[in-house]
């Protein structure tokens, strides 16, 4: 914002402060009978005005609201209520040059233009006179031409260097990091574990998030993961682990994450587990298909036999229907 658009609006406020002042200033001078008498009086002025003026147009049309409130102005300030089509044309054009200035004044594009100044017939000699230095002027304008050339050569530079893929440095998540988690990355090479963000080896390269939701779940998933189904409603994922791990001897369980309810919390019977090793994926994908018999309480336990399904995590392009 210009320093004549600062002008302009500090001025506005302190006519509306002044303005709001007086307006308060007024009334505390009048006491409460008489604010309620002059009330009175404004509103039975307004209803008398309202009552002479025309309620329909030539055509038979209603006026609107605020049609009628511009002719209860009018009327007060001693003019017929239906201006002509002359005043209507003026007022739409006063209308458009405001809502134009204001447009202008948000955008910062006022600016009063210079009054160009009359040239006296002193300066006119002397300026006869400064043509033989032009000569000398040009020398440096080529100068001022090639210093032009190289700040721009430097700026392309700059713009070269900063288009080059920069690693990604941001505050390392307090989130822990799972056991079976995987970072596509750097694919755990670097120590310790770490989530994608953090990682040493991650590349920054704007505008290809877009890509990569595209191509999120196409590629396959780990060998260690198998999808469960089958579970009873109130089983917790530690009673999956132990399930899998100890009753079952599959192997050692990294990760056990069970899908639930947004209401109730309780598992919905299916969920996902990622072992340590191939062998104990195969281990569990071999009880497919068999009765998940587990340790619950009687209250918990569910009034029929379930069926465990184990399945092997497929891509999204071999699941999409």
């Given at each position: 914002m210009s320093s004549e658009d600062e002008i302009i609006l500090k001025k506005t406020e302190m006519q509306e402060k002044k303005r709001k002042r007086d307006k308060s200033e007024k009334n505390e001078k009048l006491s409460k009978e008489e604010r309620k008498t002059l009330k009175?009086?404004?509103?039975?002025?307004?209803?008398?005005?309202?009552?002479?003026?025309?309620?329909?147009?030539?055509?038979g049309l209603a006026y609107t609201i605020h049609q009628t409130k511009r002719m209860v102005k009018r009327v007060k300030r001693g003019l017929p209520p239906v201006p002509t089509e002359a005043e209507e044309r003026d007022r739409i054009r006063r209308l458009r040059a405001e809502d134009k200035e204001t447009q202008d004044e948000l955008a910062g594009m006022i600016y009063k233009r210079k009054e160009e100044k009359e040239v006296p017939a002193d300066i006119e000699e002397e300026e006869e006179a400064d043509n033989d230095d032009e000569a000398d002027d040009d020398d440096d304008v080529i100068a001022d031409m090639k210093e032009n050339e190289k700040e721009e050569n430097l700026d392309r530079e700059q713009e070269q260097i900063s288009d080059v893929k920069v690693p990604l440095k941001k505050k390392a998540r307090s989130k822990p990091v799972p056991d079976g988690y995987e970072c596509y990355a750097c694919k755990n090479e670097h120590s310790p574990l770490h989530w994608i963000y953090d990682c040493p080896a991650k590349i920054r390269n704007p505008g290809t998030n877009k890509v990569s939701k595209k191509l999120r779940g196409v590629h396959d998933p780990?060998?260690?993961?198998?999808?469960?189904?089958?579970?009873?409603?109130?089983?917790?994922?530690?009673?999956?682990?132990?399930?899998?791990?100890?009753?079952?001897?599959?192997?050692?369980?990294?990760?056990?994450?069970?899908?639930?309810?947004?209401?109730?919390k309780r598992c919905k019977g299916t969920g996902f587990l990622t072992f340590e090793s191939d062998e104990a994926a195969n281990?569990?994908?071999?009880?497919?298909?068999?009765?998940?018999?587990?340790?619950?309480?009687?209250?918990?336990?569910?009034?029929?036999?379930?069926?465990?399904n184990v399945k092997k995590v497929l891509n999204r392009t071999q699941t999409k229907k």
């Open positions: 009175a009086q404004k509103k039975a002025e307004k209803e008398e005005i309202l009552a002479n003026i025309p309620k329909v147009d030539e055509d780990s060998s260690r993961k198998v999808f469960l189904s089958g579970l009873p409603f109130d089983v917790k994922s530690k009673d999956v682990k132990q399930y899998f791990e100890k009753d079952m001897k599959c192997g050692k369980v990294l990760d056990c994450k069970l899908l639930v309810f947004e209401d109730t281990k569990a994908l071999k009880l497919n298909g068999t009765p998940f018999d587990m340790e619950m309480d009687e209250e918990k336990k569910p009034k029929k036999q379930l069926t465990l």
